[in-house]
């Protein structure tokens, strides 16, 4: 099992932006690919963005291509969703997920990954 822990979550008007984070405690969190996911209310659990372990491929859902920034520091066991330009269609709860395989084409994330998720809401 690979714990994480999602942060950074709240209420921002269309427009604006928030930085999500996710910490982990797991030793080998420097060779995981990681991911992030979102599921909004009476929706599937869809695939946001992911990245490799060393950090230097990332990729992106469509929706949010251009508009959000992956990124990680595995000195700090930690990844970064930067969310910029958040529209009200963003508004989810968002999860991350570690040791899986995280692309724009196909995602098998990883079943004992799930952290509690923040929630993130962008309404005027």
């Known amino acids: 099992q690979v714990e994480v822990v999602e942060s950074g979550g709240g209420l921002v008007e269309p427009g604006g932006s928030l930085r999500l984070s996710c910490a982990a405690t797991?030793?080998?969190?420097?060779?995981?690919?990681m991911g992030w996911f979102r599921q909004a209310p009476g929706k599937e659990r869809e695939f946001v963005a992911g990245?490799?372990?060393?950090?230097?491929?990332?990729y992106y859902a469509d929706a949010v291509k251009d508009r959000f920034t992956i990124s990680r520091d595995n000195a700090e066991n930690t990844m970064y969703l930067q969310m910029d330009g958040l529209k009200p269609e963003d508004t989810a709860v968002y999860y991350c997920?570690?040791?899986?395989?995280?692309?724009?084409?196909?995602?098998?994330?990883?079943?004992?990954?799930w952290g509690q998720g923040t929630q993130v809401t962008v309404s005027s």
């Open positions: 990245i490799t372990w060393a950090g230097d491929t990332t």
């Open positions: 797991d030793r080998y969190f420097s060779a995981y690919n």
């Open positions: 997920n570690a040791g899986g395989v995280y692309t724009n084409t196909y995602s098998y994330p990883r079943a004992d990954s």
